[in-house]
């Protein structure tokens, strides 16, 4: 039986904690900072000070500082060292606390496992992500915990380039999305009625259709609720972004600017989707988005 610690309990980790439950061969624990009781009876919530030889700690955090908190607590380190355990850290962080936590993790006698995933809330509630990896040595109880949740996982060589690699990949993501404001506010106003038939040909056909089909309906209905992934966590990773992508970067600070007012508009909790909701897009008649009375 393995002992897994899986620490915070927030979207992702909401979704990836049954899956962990229905394998027979872990046993689930769990560390919140808000928690006062466990989610499911069969988990345990334990503190840092309670904590043993864990074989994996699966750590999912909101930025840089709660996972340096977490990871260089005294409890924690100790508890790595006696278990050697295999760190995974899903957060998307920074390059630099990423290089450190490496070294942290190395000193203190664990396997080092960067796992920066990608798939969304629907990922961890299906099972399904994708996780970007680099670590320090194979380890089986890894293979164990990660073949629970995910459905593909990609090998670096590197320490650090799953980290870059996911943060370019965010930046480039965002701005796809914060193209959408540049140009359907347009198509809403020009096409009036006919503008169902574009949204059809823009979630099914052409370059277009991925982002489309997965977002235009939150966009067209600013339905920013209720989000897969929070707008904070994605001005975060823009921000983290600028540490890979050198500057002079127009696009990148285009596409943080538009992030960083849709924050201040819908609140750091709404959906990263609510950027397409702030009529902040560089094409014309974003301000007149009505088309055909859908919002
Ligand atoms: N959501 C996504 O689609 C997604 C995809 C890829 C990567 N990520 C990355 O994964 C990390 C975590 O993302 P997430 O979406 O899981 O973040 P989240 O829901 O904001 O959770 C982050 C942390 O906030 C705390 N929290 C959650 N609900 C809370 C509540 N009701 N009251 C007080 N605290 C609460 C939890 O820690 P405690 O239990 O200790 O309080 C949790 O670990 C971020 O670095 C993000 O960039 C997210």
């Not at 897994?4 to 990836?16: A, C, E």
């Not at 909101?62 to 060292?81: G, I, K, L, N």
């Not at 209905?221 to 500057?247: C, G, I, N, T």
Request: charged residues 20%; aromatic residues 8%; negative net charge.
């Amino acid at each position: 039986m393995l002992d897994v610690l899986v620490v915070g309990y927030g979207l992702m980790t909401r979704g990836i904690l049954p899956h962990l439950l229905r394998r027979e061969e872990l046993s689930v624990s769990l560390m919140s900072r808000h928690l006062t009781s466990p989610p499911y009876p069969e988990v345990r919530l334990v503190r840092a000070a309670e904590l043993e030889r864990p074989d994996a700690i699966l750590g999912c955090f909101e930025d840089d500082d709660a996972s340096r908190d977490f990871w260089t607590s005294p409890h924690v380190t100790e508890a790595v060292a006696r278990g050697h355990s295999a760190c995974i850290e899903m957060s998307t962080l920074s390059p630099s606390w990423i290089d450190a936590w490496h070294g942290h993790i190395r000193e203190s006698g664990g396997v080092a496992v960067e796992c920066p995933v990608t798939g969304s809330r629907s990922g961890a509630a299906d099972g399904t992500l994708s996780a970007f990896v680099h670590q320090s040595a194979y380890d089986a109880r890894v293979e164990t915990v990660l073949n629970a949740f995910t459905r593909q996982r990609y090998s670096f060589g590197s320490a650090g380039h799953p980290t870059r690699f996911k943060l370019v990949y965010n930046a480039w993501g965002a701005a796809l999305l914060h193209s959408l404001t540049a140009f359907v506010p347009t198509l809403r106003t020009v096409l009036d009625d006919d503008f169902d038939v574009a949204a059809r040909i823009l979630s099914s056909d052409g370059w277009m259709a991925p982002v489309c089909a997965s977002k235009l309906d939150r966009m067209v209905e600013s339905r920013f609720d209720d989000p897969d992934f929070a707008l904070r966590h994605m001005v975060k990773d823009l921000r983290y972004a600028h540490d890979v992508l050198p500057p002079p970067h127009p696009l990148l600070d285009l596409v943080h600017d538009s992030f960083t007012r849709a924050l201040s508009a819908h609140g750091g909790d709404a959906d990263y989707t609510a950027v397409t909701g702030t009529g902040t897009g560089t094409g014309a008649g974003t301000a007149t988005a009505t088309g055909s009375g859908r919002s």
